[in-house]
């Protein structure tokens, strides 16, 4: 198997420098790869780095808060940050608190001990799904600490099918997982994996963090004052058109809106959409006439976090399409989240349809049952509140756990 996955690595590696001739992301993949091999030759730190490895943004947000906890714990501790995907690296090639930020070269053994030799880690962290056999491999073999934060596992994961051997064996390659949940932990144990630790999603720290520094926006307060504010949160075309064909319905509440995408094609979509009631751009807003405007469009990026505190209800789009985008950022401002049925992959979403801070709806009729339910219940709409920030309280405190090993 060993040598299947060498090959496919091989193989990989020469189908992107093909496919790079045509695409400018996975063109910006191949150089940054040559780019890091080329740097290794003139790195220094003073002192081993601890390495962490993310594949893209998303894991970064997970990995982000153990960063920092070991930057607040030792300052001068180096941190070497590498990612697998350009969408992450392009993102935060200048992250402030990494001394080196690279691409993760292919996970074949010239590579592999060449980039270790290079960055010399005490310890390794990958976050979530990062299993690289050559990587894994050699790390164990020099005696690396090496662990994985925010891990989840499923069923239908191969380290749990008939033909799982090979790939159980990465898992022995870690000092210790950290999962998120219970049921990743059941999934190890019935496959006789036992370092792992029930930690919790390093996510959850990092959104309480955020929300506890959140920015305040008076003019938000003032649209806000005195409704009921749905605050739809990164929402693509589908849901913002299940959104208004309810407030045609039942205006008697105030949206703020905050769309993926920002483009004036988007924004002029979305002001048709929403034709017959007043609409205002953020960054056009003219504040004498607050008390006129219905739906206030947020035209400009970075805000959405700090957002949700002025909401009481949030819709989160992403559900209609490839997945919900981030529901705790609502959830630990205590708003109950709406999403589109595409949810199940992630856990958290699972987890607050559950305890009744979380709806999914397919349909209008559906979304229509849920918002009147809660807009008119204001009893319902408190118990959703109070489960949604108390599942965020519940959750935080993995990163304490991590960092507390590592050091």
């Known amino acids: 198997m060993t040598i299947l996955y060498s090959i496919g690595m ?9 496919v790079a001739l045509f695409n400018d992301k996975v063109k ?22 601890i390495w962490v490895h993310c594949a893209s943004l998303g894991e970064f947000e997970q990995g982000r808060p153990v960063i920092e906890a070991i930057k607040k714990k030792n300052p001068k501790q180096p941190v070497v940050l590498t990612f697998f995907s350009p969408s992450g690296y392009e993102v935060q090639h200048d992250y402030e608190l990494a001394d080196e930020v690279l691409y993760l070269p292919s996970d074949r053994p010239g590579n592999v001990k060449k980039f270790i030799k290079a960055i010399n880690p005490k310890e390794v962290i990958f976050v979530k799904y990062e299993f690289w056999y050559h990587f894994l491999k050699q790390l164990n073999k020099l005696g690396i600490n090496t662990y994985i934060v925010s891990a989840i596992f499923r069923p239908q994961h191969a380290f749990f099918k008939w033909y799982g051997g090979w790939y159980k064996k990465m898992l022995g390659f870690f000092t210790q997982l950290y999962v998120q949940d219970e049921e990743s932990g059941d999934l190890l144990q019935s496959i006789g994996v036992k370092n792992f630790q029930v930690a919790g999603d390093t996510r959850f720290d990092r959104v309480y963090e955020i929300s506890q520094n ?39 509440f105030k949206l703020l809106l905050a769309p993926h995408e920002i483009h004036e094609e988007h ?3 979305i002001e048709e959409l929403f034709s017959e009631f007043t609409c205002a751009r953020y960054t056009q807003l003219d504040k004498a006439h607050f008390n006129d405007i219905q ?21 989160i789009g992403g559900g209609f399409g490839s997945g919900i985008h981030n529901t705790i950022e609502a959830s630990t401002f205590g708003l109950p989240v709406v999403i589109g049925p595409n949810y199940k992959k992630y856990q958290e979403a699972c987890d607050l349809i559950l305890i009744g801070a979380g709806y999914s709806v397919n349909n209008d009729a559906e979304f229509k049952s849920v918002m009147d339910g809660l807009l008119n219940d204001g009893e319902k709409l408190s118990n959703a509140s109070k489960a949604s920030v108390n599942y965020v309280n519940k959750m935080r405190g993995a990163t304490e756990i991590i960092v507390k090993e590592l050091f």
């Open 214 to 252: 959140s920015k305040k926006y008076p003019e938000l307060a003032e649209f806000c004052q005195g409704c009921k504010v749905l605050v739809g949160g990164s929402t693509w075309p589908a849901g913002e058109k299940l959104i208004a064909n309810y407030f045609k319905i039942n205006s008697d």
């Open 28 to 49: 910006k993949l191949v150089e940054g790869r040559k780019k890091t091999m080329t740097r290794l030759k003139s790195l220094s730190f003073k002192g081993r780095p």
């Open 295 to 315: 739906v206030l469009i947020v035209d400009t990026m970075g805000m959405l976090s700090s957002m949700y505190r002025y909401g009481d209800i949030a819709y």
């Open 267 to 269: 924004i002029a979509q």
């Open 10 to 18: 091989l193989l990989f590696s020469a189908l992107i420098r093909i």
